[in-house]
């Protein structure tokens, strides 16, 4: 139970890594509000020794202050490409003169910033990046979508399938997936911002092009060229928009507009709501001392720490965006 993040900080050449179990969820606002507050808050953590794996891990900032580099990735509904790109121009507002980029890899990018052996945060590609067929094809019900396929059979056929079945998982099936298709019934497109991951499947021309949401590790994409020998499969990192783009195709019916992702930016990071673990726990804790149950709790599972920035200075910096945006 958690959201484990990890928060690096260089200075003078010195590498800090540090620890929050609660911080991934809310890195967009944590950082949102510029270096300093970002330097401090993430001083006020728990000092670590290593990093966490790419199954703990769900969120991590890197800042190298030598070099004014920000690397990140974390927040709940913030992986979803047309977010992260409109955040990270907001962030470069407040972050003025830093490089800014969303950890593509996830935490894989952080090590390999720090020019650390990957495999110490890589678990088994086939246990957690690759997920194997399961022996059916869960077709999506809901409005939010796990994977949508852009399959292009000809010049005039191009259709759509949502599923709540894993993109790897769906791939493992090689060329075989294309016959299952045709059992399955096509969508109509979701909006960009309610698919998780997805891929244009060009039959005649024999290429692939995939996306991820989600911090993935690139080795994904060897194993589906692995997968699907003979076919070109290429990555890429803008989404269904895009997606929707090879197929050559009007992508208005599925774009979030500018304005839009924006004001809910905005609105996300204007709030102050902060999950509380210690009200969680104590409650937990009182029920099972009625049971005559004894209770240990982690400390680490209590700290939520949060940037420190009065309310009238949030405010200040908040109007400074707004102004600049206009």
Same mark, same amino acid.
């Given at each position: 139970?958690?959201? *484990?993040?990890?928060?690096?900080?260089?200075?003078?050449?010195?590498?800090?890594?540090?620890?929050?179990?609660?911080?991934?969820?809310?890195?967009?606002?944590?950082?949102?509000?510029?270096?300093?507050?970002?330097? @401090?808050?993430?001083?006020?953590?728990?000092?670590?020794?290593?990093?966490?794996? +790419?199954?703990? =891990?769900?969120? /991590?900032?890197?800042? $190298?202050?030598?070099?004014?580099?920000?690397?990140?990735?974390?927040? +709940?509904?913030?992986?979803?490409? %047309?977010?992260?790109?409109?955040?990270?121009? &907001?962030?470069?507002?407040?972050?003025?003169?830093?490089?800014?980029?969303?950890?593509?890899?996830?935490?894989?990018?952080?090590?390999?910033?720090?020019?650390?052996?990957?495999?110490?945060?890589?678990?088994?590609? $086939?246990?957690?990046?690759?997920?194997?067929?399961?022996?059916?094809?869960?077709?999506?019900?809901?409005?939010?979508?796990?994977? %949508?396929?852009?399959?292009?059979?000809?010049?005039?056929?191009?259709?759509?399938?949502?599923?709540?079945?894993?993109?790897?998982?769906?791939? !493992? &099936?090689?060329?075989?997936?294309?016959? #299952?298709?045709? @059992? =399955?019934?096509?969508?109509?497109?979701?909006?960009? @911002?309610?698919?998780?991951?997805? /891929?244009?499947?060009?039959?005649?021309?024999?290429?692939?092009?995939?996306?991820?949401?989600?911090?993935?590790?690139?080795?994904?994409? #060897?194993?589906?060229?692995?997968?699907?020998?003979?076919?070109?499969?290429?990555?890429?990192?803008?989404?269904?928009?895009?997606? %929707?783009?090879? !197929?050559?195709? @009007?992508?208005? !019916? %599925?774009?979030?507009?500018?304005?839009?992702?924006?004001?809910?930016?905005?609105?996300?990071?204007?709030?102050?709501? *902060?999950?509380?673990?210690?009200?969680?726990?104590?409650?937990?804790?009182?029920?099972?001392? #009625?049971?005559?149950?004894?209770?240990?709790?982690?400390? +680490?599972?209590? =700290?939520?720490?949060?940037? &420190?920035?009065?309310?009238?200075?949030?405010?200040?910096?908040?109007?400074?965006?707004?102004?600049?945006?206009?």
């Amino acid at each position: 139970m958690g959201h *484990r993040a990890n928060f690096v900080i260089i200075e003078n050449n010195q590498v800090d890594t540090y620890y929050s179990h609660w911080g991934a969820i809310s890195i967009p606002r944590d950082i949102f509000f510029g270096s300093e507050y970002t330097i @401090n808050y993430i001083k006020s953590l728990k000092l670590e020794e290593g990093l966490l794996n +790419d199954i703990w =891990c769900e969120g /991590a900032v890197l800042v $190298d202050i030598d070099q004014k580099q920000l690397i990140f990735w974390g927040g +709940d509904g913030f992986h979803y490409p %047309v977010l992260r790109k409109y955040l990270i121009s &907001l962030l470069q507002i407040n972050w003025e003169g830093w490089g800014i980029r969303w950890a593509l890899e996830g935490i894989v990018d952080i090590a390999k910033y720090l020019q650390l052996d990957v495999s110490l945060v890589q678990t088994d590609l $086939d246990y957690f990046q690759w997920t194997k067929y399961r022996g059916y094809l869960e077709e999506n019900s809901h409005s939010h979508v796990e994977t %949508v396929l852009t399959v292009q059979y000809s010049d005039n056929q191009i259709l759509d399938y949502g599923f709540d079945n894993y993109l790897t998982e769906l791939f !493992s &099936l090689s060329t075989d997936l294309i016959p #299952e298709l045709e @059992n =399955c019934q096509t969508i109509s497109l979701p909006e960009e @911002n309610k698919v998780d991951s997805g /891929a244009y499947i060009n039959i005649p021309n024999k290429e692939i092009w995939v996306w991820w949401s989600r911090p993935t590790d690139y080795r994904v994409v #060897e194993k589906i060229r692995e997968y699907w020998e003979g076919w070109t499969v290429k990555l890429h990192e803008e989404g269904l928009a895009f997606q %929707v783009e090879l !197929s050559q195709r @009007n992508t208005d !019916s %599925v774009r979030m507009s500018k304005n839009e992702a924006i004001t809910k930016i905005l609105n996300y990071v204007s709030g102050e709501y *902060r999950f509380d673990p210690s009200q969680i726990f104590g409650q937990i804790a009182s029920s099972l001392q #009625e049971e005559n149950t004894n209770v240990w709790v982690n400390q +680490d599972a209590l =700290c939520n720490e949060k940037p &420190l920035i009065h309310p009238e200075e949030k405010q200040r910096i908040l109007q400074r965006v707004k102004e600049l945006l206009n």
